[in-house]
Nanobody, 125 residues
Framework: QVQLVESGGGLVQAGGSLRLSCSAS????????MGWFRQAPGKEREIVAA????????YYADSVKGRFTISRDNAKNTVYLQMNSLKPEDTAIYYC??????????????????WGQGTQVTVSS
């Protein structure tokens, strides 16, 4: 089973960019579909983006389409979330998560069973 550690969060002005990274331990990273989720204060955790184990499929929430890009490097056991044109409403704790999945991705919080500790992203107006 992998363990996940996120990094790259911080404070940025509206319109700016950040790149989040999620590093996984273990030698089975390529067997997991990966997702980025976020949770703002007082709100439920929601999907941001997901990517299949070999990166052949991706999913994006409507709110981030065209602004965020998910990618992965299985040789480095890392998944990334490039966030451009950030908005104040993107402010949240961002989590990466993993689920063993042979084909495709998942956009459901309940399907992911391994989670990182989260990284704070704050976008000022």
């Amino acid at each position: 089973q992998v363990q996940l550690v996120e990094s790259g969060g911080g404070l940025v002005q509206a319109g700016g960019s950040l790149r989040l990274s999620c590093s996984a331990s273990g030698r089975t990273f390529s067997t997991y579909a990966m997702g980025w989720f976020r949770q703002a204060p007082g709100k439920e955790r929601e999907i941001v983006a997901a990517i299949s184990r070999l990166a052949s499929n991706t999913y994006y929430a409507d709110s981030v389409k065209g602004r965020f890009t998910i990618s992965r490097d299985n040789a480095k056991n890392t998944v990334y979330l490039q966030m451009n044109s950030l908005k104040p409403e993107d402010t949240a704790i961002y989590y990466c998560a993993a689920v063993r999945k042979v084909i495709g991705t998942s956009n459901k919080v309940s399907e992911y069973d391994i989670w990182g500790q989260g990284t704070q992203v704050t976008v000022s107006s």
